[in-house]
């Protein structure tokens, strides 16, 4: 079945970076786009950014602009999210989640990794 | 950006309650409109996509309506596994916005 499934999680300290994975299984890594979505504790959902598995394209929440970046490897079917510059706010619970087809749902969520920063 | 405000931000209701959640945009986003749970230390689910289609596997008792700004939620019973925050998210243009989500209690 399709699986999305995501690193550990991590503790870093204000202004170091992360990087976060996402390994996709049960469909082809370049069909549907994929992204980020943050949750700081008790509060909602903000999305960060989407990339095309096919082509490379990005599109970055302008919040983000300048210290995430999206990458794949089609190798190993792989996402993930750089996040530089990191501050006490960043901690959070990061989504992965797979766009599906004309109407950029987000039908398939991996199981969220806890980055905290302190 | 397009805004979505979710109301009311909170519920309380009981089982076999229907239950309505309203979502409106600050733009026109046709029918790119997606409504999703979210229980306690879980990813977010998909209910809703294109603002009325039910996905996969979803109860029918969940139920979406709307077009261009005004958009609805409706559980037509509620029970026991209903109880959780839901999140409506628009799909039309980048950046692709949430609202602040419903919980119901």
């Known amino acids: 079945q399709v699986q999305l499934v995501q690193s550990g999680p991590e503790v870093k300290k204000p202004g170091a970076s992360v990087r976060v994975s996402c390994e996709i299984s049960?469909?082809?890594?370049?069909?549907?786009?994929l992204n980020w979505v943050r949750q700081a504790p008790g509060q909602g959902l903000e999305w960060m950014g989407w990339?095309?598995?096919?082509?490379?394209?990005?599109e970055y929440a302008q919040s983000f602009q300048g210290r995430v970046t999206l990458t794949t490897d089609t190798s190993t079917s792989t996402l993930y999210l750089d996040l530089r510059r990191l501050k006490p706010d960043d901690t959070a619970v990061y989504f992965c989640?797979?766009?599906?087809?004309?109407?950029?749902?987000?039908?398939?969520w991996g199981q969220g990794t806890l980055v905290t920063v302190s | 950006d397009i805004q979505m405000t979710q109301s009311p931000s909170s519920l309380s209701a009981s089982v076999g309650d229907r239950v309505t959640i309203t979502c409106r945009a600050s733009h026109r986003i046709v029918n790119y409109l997606n409504w999703y749970q979210q229980k306690p230390g879980k990813a977010p689910e998909l209910l809703i996509y294109?603002?009325?289609r039910l996905q996969s596997g979803v109860p029918s008792r969940f139920s979406g309506s709307g077009l261009g700004t005004d958009f609805t939620l409706t559980i037509s019973s509620l029970q026991p596994e209903d109880f959780a925050t839901y999140y409506c998210?628009?799909?039309?243009?980048?950046?692709?916005?949430f609202g602040q989500g419903t919980k119901v209690e």
């Open positions: 990339i095309s598995p096919y082509n490379g394209d990005t």
């Open positions: 989640a797979r766009s599906r087809g004309r109407d950029h749902s987000f039908d398939i």
């Open positions: 294109s603002a009325s």
């Open positions: 049960g469909y082809t890594f370049s069909n549907y786009g």
């Open positions: 998210h628009q799909s039309y243009s980048s950046p692709r916005t």
